[in-house]
């Protein structure tokens, strides 16, 4: 029997890192690294956030919940491990991964499992009964493998949660389906999900898709509808002198956006939710100010990550704090 770690216990630490390659983020990583900085400062009252910097520990990108491990303990044993999928660039997105590959074997000195299957932390989220896996994505990067042997796959390793599959991706998502674009659980009895009511909206069926999903779950679980605004356009200056790599991903203005507002980070009682220079954050802020006036909600700039194709969540690793104060004493971060 495994018991699998909720990111959103207050028992823990949370990892970021210092953005710096130049064919993703413009001039070099710098605008970047200053919003890192600034969520650092705005959580570090509540929670403990330590920064990678890359001039300290090799790594490619910052998507640390896509490159480090699902952290469980087994019942029999006191101590923390990781599972960890094979990581291939977000099938072939990002051409440079080879430090990601190994950053979580050379961070923790704690036992961590090779999956068999290729996936990312973003395809997963769960409350410790229930397990959202972003099914769509999952196909994409095992296409070696048929749907029910996946499924199967997935409810052996990540027993005893429950999995619902979610078959549908987003349009602006590079990824092609994470989880944490859509649904994300923020606690043990509540799940964020993105929605639009509009039928021209490219995600329109997508939601419908995403909502019939979420019909398995309980209905002691409380489901919060979170706007999802249209794909949005980088501007010719954000895209400027950004280099062009053979292989991956040319991040110019013809890239969407996708700015989610299910893309949170969650710990205990706080919830961080990202902003993007547009109309509807003060319409995702009131929604989740009324919909759950016992949290404490957080506004924090998140257009420089969308930009490089991700989200605060996806920035973020959430580290139980036994195994956070081994990788702090190691000195490796900072």
Same mark, same amino acid.
């Given at each position: 029997?495994?018991?699998?770690?909720?990111?959103?216990?207050?028992?823990?630490?949370?990892?970021?890192?210092?953005?710096?390659?130049?064919?993703?983020?413009?001039?070099?990583?710098?605008?970047?690294?200053?919003?890192?900085?600034?969520?650092?400062?705005?959580?570090?009252?509540?929670?403990?956030?330590?920064?990678?910097?890359?001039?300290?520990?090799?790594?490619?990108?910052?998507?640390?919940?896509?490159?480090?491990?699902?952290?469980?303990?087994?019942?029999?044993?006191?101590?923390?491990?990781?599972?960890?999928?094979?990581?291939?660039?977000?099938?072939?997105?990002?051409?440079?991964?080879?430090?990601?590959?190994?950053?979580?074997?050379?961070?923790?000195?704690?036992?961590?499992?090779?999956?068999?299957?290729?996936?990312?932390?973003?395809?997963?989220?769960?409350?410790?009964?229930?397990?959202?896996?972003?099914?769509?994505?999952?196909?994409?990067?095992?296409?070696?493998?048929?749907?029910?042997?996946?499924?199967?796959?997935?409810?052996?390793?990540?027993?005893?949660?429950?999995?619902?599959?979610?078959?549908?991706?987003?349009?602006?998502?590079?990824?092609?389906?994470?989880?944490?674009?859509?649904?994300?659980?923020?606690?043990?009895?509540?799940?964020?999900?993105?929605?639009?009511?509009?039928?021209?909206?490219?995600?329109?069926?997508?939601?419908?898709?995403?909502?019939?999903?979420?019909?398995?779950?309980?209905?002691? %679980?409380?489901?919060? #509808?979170?706007? @999802?605004?249209?794909? /949005?356009? +980088?501007?010719?200056?954000?895209?400027?002198?950004? =280099?062009?790599?053979?292989?991956?991903?040319?991040?110019?203005?013809?890239?969407?956006?996708?700015?989610?507002?299910?893309?949170?980070?969650?710990?205990?009682?706080?919830?961080?939710?990202?902003?993007?220079? %547009?109309?509807?954050? #003060?319409?995702? @802020?009131?929604?989740? /100010?009324? +919909?759950?006036?016992?949290?404490?909600?957080?506004? =924090?700039?998140?257009?420089?990550?969308?930009?490089?194709?991700?989200?605060?969540?996806?920035?973020?690793?959430?580290?139980?704090?036994?195994?956070?104060?081994?990788?702090?004493?190691?000195?490796?971060?900072?």
């Amino acid at each position: 029997m495994r018991w699998w770690f909720k990111e959103y216990s207050s028992e823990q630490h949370l990892l970021l890192a210092l953005p710096y390659l130049s064919d993703v983020w413009r001039a070099s990583g710098e605008p970047a690294q200053k919003a890192i900085k600034q969520l650092q400062q705005q959580l570090s009252s509540s929670v403990n956030v330590h920064c990678l910097d890359y001039h300290n520990i090799a790594y490619n990108d910052i998507w640390l919940r896509d490159t480090l491990p699902l952290w469980f303990k087994q019942a029999s044993s006191s101590g923390w491990q990781g599972i960890l999928p094979a990581f291939d660039g977000w099938g072939g997105i990002q051409h440079q991964i080879k430090a990601d590959q190994t950053l979580a074997q050379r961070l923790f000195d704690y036992p961590i499992s090779a999956a068999c299957w290729c996936g990312e932390g973003g395809m997963f989220s769960h409350n410790g009964e229930w397990l959202l896996v972003g099914m769509a994505c999952l196909k994409q990067r095992n296409p070696g493998m048929t749907e029910a042997y996946l499924k199967n796959l997935i409810s052996n390793t990540f027993s005893p949660l429950k999995p619902i599959f979610v078959d549908t991706r987003l349009s602006a998502d590079e990824t092609g389906g994470h989880i944490d674009n859509m649904a994300l659980f923020i606690d043990d009895d509540t799940l964020l999900f993105c929605t639009t009511d509009d039928p021209n909206h490219p995600d329109y069926q997508a939601c419908r898709k995403l909502e019939k999903a979420l019909e398995q779950l309980p209905d002691s %679980i409380n489901k919060v #509808a979170l706007p @999802l605004p249209y794909p /949005q356009s +980088a501007t010719v200056a954000e895209r400027r002198g950004l =280099a062009r790599i053979t292989g991956a991903l040319q991040r110019t203005t013809a890239v969407k956006l996708l700015c989610s507002y299910v893309n949170v980070v969650a710990i205990g009682n706080i919830i961080v939710l990202p902003h993007y220079q %547009i109309d509807y954050d #003060a319409v995702a @802020l009131h929604c989740l /100010q009324q +919909a759950l006036p016992g949290k404490t909600i957080v506004s =924090a700039a998140a257009r420089e990550f969308v930009l490089g194709g991700g989200g605060l969540h996806c920035i973020s690793h959430s580290v139980p704090a036994a195994v956070a104060q081994s990788v702090i004493a190691d000195g490796h971060v900072l």
